[in-house]
């Protein structure tokens, strides 16, 4: 029989739920008021949007060097002392960007070239960087804590008062330039939580300069740069691709269809948020086989949720944007495939940060985004965006299968192994042949819900026996 108090107490079961109803609830946020967004914004608008926000996440990764991936590590190693940890690498990034921003003003108009900014949004978005790093390492501190209250309530309030933000400003101030409403909004709100983040941590470490910790973070999270900027890479290299090619309204189109592939990194993000700081706990005690037991459960409940949201894409397309954005349908199963793969390299990846080996994670990541540039820049100006979106399905199982080789042969710690994996594939083939299959039937559509929620049910009550086994 199971025992649902105790599952219900476990601190993943706890974890997982506070991420994913705060994911929900921030990023649900973001998509809910999507028909408000594609009837504010043009189709040009939202692709230039979308091509700071590219920006962005690039020199975010830029910016932080990596520092905050390395509180992972420092929470076992600097127990006692993470708060002076975290307050003197937040000082290190202060010192970094100060520097950085130096070098962006001698070389202004080379980032404005390449970029595709104007001097305004340049600078916004190299700001925005640096308090969306602040973000990252207040949540990644948060969250090795097991502090998922605090790090939902802080997802929550940025998502809620950037989306406020954003739309009176484009109503009322940015007439005619609807798009600066947009990213101005989301600008401010950054700006304040990442100065309060950056009192707070300073004022409660109170360590500023300190060496060990300097050459612990970026021995660490240096090499996390380029395994960084390979996912970032794979993941909006495309959009500027897309609005150098094909045009601004095409690349709007595409990352709507993006945004609709939210819904499932919401589902991943969260379970990975709860995944990580057990799994590190059971690695370093080296109980692999929890981990793998664990692993089962957690993809094969991913998986049928994966189902249940692409069975539904098309009729959530539908309501969430006018007409003018819907043949951004087609790519949306691809999408949520390249997510799917995304979700299986995490897998594989912690593992290598495990043994602290960041310099192959950087090394795979990076090959994959090589591969995924120069499809993309073979393909997209010739096939156009549906080029883009299968490009990167072919760079993100590549990309899996970088890592699955690293830890396998190369660490010889095969701990999920080649049937793990071949079965995740299997599964998610399988489910994307049969949405293509029944793709005009709601009904069989709907039956294939039912369908994995059926089979999740029989796999589980067959071979989990969680009063029986300790998370």
């Not at 299959?437 to 049910?457: C, E, N, T, W």
Request: proline letters at 1%.
């Amino acid at each position: 029989m199971i025992n649902l108090e105790k599952i219900f107490k476990n601190k993943i079961i706890q974890a997982g739920s506070w991420y994913t109803i705060s994911n929900f609830l921030s990023k649900g946020l973001v998509f809910l008021t999507l028909p408000i967004f594609t009837r504010l914004l043009s189709t040009e608008d939202y692709g230039l949007v979308s091509l700071y926000t590219a920006w962005l996440s690039i020199f975010t990764i830029i910016i932080g060097l990596g520092l905050n991936e390395s509180i992972r590590r420092a929470r076992f190693e600097y127990e006692t002392r993470l708060d002076e940890f975290v307050s003197s690498i937040t000082f290190l990034s202060i010192l970094l960007f100060c520097t950085f921003l130096v070098f962006i003003y001698i070389f202004e108009s080379f980032f404005m070239k390449i970029t595709q900014l104007s001097q305004t949004l340049l600078y916004l978005m190299i700001f925005q960087a640096f308090f969306t790093y602040i973000q990252n390492l207040a949540m990644t501190k948060f969250q090795v804590n097991y502090n998922y209250k605090t790090v939902a309530s802080l997802n929550i309030i940025t998502a809620l008062v950037s989306t406020i933000s954003s739309i009176v400003l484009i109503i009322y101030i940015f007439q005619g330039d609807n798009y600066l409403g947009k990213i101005i909004g989301d600008w401010v709100v950054k700006f304040f939580i990442g100065m309060g983040i950056i009192f707070i941590f300073l004022k409660n470490g109170k360590k500023f300069i300190r060496i060990e910790y300097w050459k612990y973070s970026l021995i660490l999270g240096v090499p996390l740069v380029f395994h960084g900027l390979g996912l970032i890479l794979n993941v909006q290299f495309d959009r500027i691709i897309i609005n150098k090619y094909v045009g601004a309204s095409a690349n709007g189109i595409y990352s709507f269809a993006y945004q609709i592939g939210m819904i499932i990194q919401v589902l991943f993000l969260s379970i990975d948020q709860a995944w990580n700081p057990w799994f590190f706990e059971k690695f370093k005690d080296g109980e692999y086989k929890i981990i793998k037991s664990r692993a089962n459960i957690v993809r094969n409940v991913f998986t049928t949720l994966y189902c249940a949201v692409l069975m539904l894409s098309p009729e959530i397309v539908r309501l969430f944007s006018s007409s003018e954005y819907w043949s951004g349908l087609d790519v949306v199963p691809l999408i949520f495939i390249s997510y799917y793969f995304m979700f299986m390299y995490t897998f594989e990846v912690n593992v290598e940060y495990g043994n602290k080996k960041t310099h192959l994670i950087a090394a795979g990541t990076l090959l994959s985004a090589v591969i995924n540039i120069i499809l993309n820049l073979i393909f997209v100006p010739v096939y156009g965006y549906i080029a883009a979106a299968i490009t990167t399905i072919i760079s993100y199982y590549l990309l899996f299968l970088f890592h699955y080789f690293i830890t396998s042969k190369l660490l010889k710690m095969p701990i999920y192994g080649f049937r793990f994996h071949l079965k995740s594939t299997i599964m998610v083939i399988s489910i994307t042949l049969y949405f293509y299959l029944f793709k005009g039937s709601f009904f069989m559509r709907l039956i294939g819900v039912f369908l994995s929620l059926f089979l999740l049910y029989l796999y589980e009550a067959k071979n989990l026996k969680i009063n029986n086994q300790k998370i």
